[in-house]
């Protein structure tokens, strides 16, 4: 599945070094704004446990983790939809991507530098969401004015895209961001490819001192971020950039170690990238036989030939069944023989709605 989260942010909230964090691609990261100037893009391994466990079962020759898309975007400042701070580079950029992690930074340090001199991360978000809203404005003001002529001859296409188009313009002339439209389905049809950058789904990631990674419950900004948020039904991820860099450096028991020595379950990064995967409506399905155990991305909602045709356009082409057993069904099983005794191994058709965990045999004939 071709689909990526996009990294955005103002110039040193700890974009890059998280990043680089997360791919280990060696993002060029420092303490001054645009050091980021053309998108960085990265590669991740989704962490999954059920692969893990698979693995430990079917014992396989190898193992292959499904992966995931990030991208790095240079800083925005203020007035980027009108070309400040190479802006309209940067807008191009985003509207690329298919989710938005709007990382904000909720640390003091008198050492690295802040674009607007003090840090209050509300004024940061609305700083990037206003200049993503006026960009989104300007795109709809052209949509307009090429239909408004047909909409006043009662063309009904016309019509039907001008009623929307005016209710986007509304709702970013009150700074509300186009995801907080509320929409037919059919109207989301056509929003959908207006591209508008506001439309795309949010995380926030607010970026703390390493002192408050294991409890941010004090920490004053994160607070008004998961307010911030809970207004538009986003999700926040905490984060120490600073520490995922060292944890990404480890492996193993040392990564476990030094997750306890910090009090920390599990690392930011695997929580973002999890999120980031969730945020974009992806799931996981497993094939698992003696030469390998893999993980495949899918989108909620596809069916099994759509499924197939992941693995290969042949597996779809010529899809018969897809012999289907959940992964607690097979866990529980210990073996795939033992599953299809106990009733537990299904065989489902074209129309079958591939779900999250499914470990699936495609069954074809080309």
């Given at each position: 599945m071709a689909l990526t989260a996009g990294i955005v942010g103002l110039p040193n909230v700890g974009k890059s070094t998280l990043f680089n964090a997360i791919?280990?691609?060696?993002?060029?990261?420092?303490?001054?704004?645009?050091?980021?100037?053309?998108?960085?893009?990265g590669i991740v391994e989704v962490p999954d446990e059920r692969l893990q466990r698979l693995t430990e079962l079917v014992k396989p020759k190898k193992t292959v983790p499904t992966a995931f898309e990030f991208t790095d975007i240079a800083g925005i400042v203020k007035g980027a939809s009108k070309g400040e701070g190479l802006g309209n580079k940067f807008l191009s950029h985003i509207r690329q991507v298919d989710a938005i992690c709007h990382v904000v930074r909720c640390f003091a340090?008198?050492?690295?530098?802040?674009?607007?001199?003090?840090?209050?991360?509300?004024?940061?978000?609305?700083?990037?969401?206003l200049e993503l809203i006026l960009a989104d404005l300007e795109t709809v003001d052209k949509r307009i004015d090429r239909v408004a002529k047909l909409a006043?001859?009662?063309?009904?296409?016309?019509?039907?895209?001008?009623?929307?188009?005016?209710?986007?313009?509304?709702?970013?002339?009150?700074?509300?961001?186009?995801?907080s439209v509320e929409l037919t389905e059919e109207q989301l049809k056509?929003?959908?490819?207006?591209?508008?950058?506001?439309?795309?789904?949010?995380?926030?990631v607010a970026n703390v001192s390493e002192e408050e990674v294991a409890d941010p419950s004090d920490n004053e900004y994160v607070g008004l971020v998961r307010e911030f948020a809970a207004a538009e039904n986003a999700e926040v991820i905490?984060?120490?950039?600073?520490?995922?860099?060292?944890?990404?450096?480890?492996?193993?028991?040392?990564?476990?170690?030094?997750?306890?020595?910090?009090?920390?379950?599990?690392?930011?990064?695997?929580?973002?990238?999890?999120?980031?995967?969730?945020?974009?409506?992806?799931?996981?399905?497993?094939?698992a036989g003696e030469q390998e155990v893999?993980?495949?991305?899918?989108?909620?909602?596809?069916?099994?030939?759509q499924c197939a045709a992941i693995i290969h356009t042949d597996f779809e082409r010529g899809f018969i069944?897809?012999?289907?057993?959940?992964?607690?069904?097979?866990?529980?099983?210990?073996?795939?023989?033992?599953a299809r005794e106990a009733g537990k191994v299904r065989l489902e058709g074209k129309e079958y709605i591939v779900q999250d965990g499914d470990v699936i045999h495609f069954r074809f004939n080309v």
């Open positions: 791919t280990q691609a060696g993002a060029e990261s420092a303490n001054y704004p645009f050091c980021t100037i053309d998108p960085n893009v340090d008198d050492n690295i530098t802040h674009v607007s001199g003090k840090v209050d991360p509300i004024s940061d978000i609305e700083t990037i969401n006043k001859q009662k063309e009904k296409t016309a019509v039907f895209e001008h009623e929307i188009l005016v209710k986007l313009k509304e709702a970013f002339e009150s700074e509300k961001p186009a995801r056509y929003v959908k490819q207006l591209h508008l950058l506001t439309f795309k789904p949010i995380l926030y905490v984060v120490c950039a600073k520490i995922e860099s060292e944890i990404a450096e480890l492996e193993g028991e040392e990564k476990e170690m030094f997750l306890e020595e910090l009090g920390i379950e599990e690392s930011g990064l695997d929580q973002l990238i999890k999120a980031s995967y969730n945020l974009l409506g992806l799931a996981t399905y497993f094939t893999r993980a495949w991305t899918f989108k909620k909602g596809m069916k099994a030939p069944r897809a012999e289907t057993v959940s992964y607690d069904d097979l866990l529980a099983a210990k073996t795939m023989g033992a």
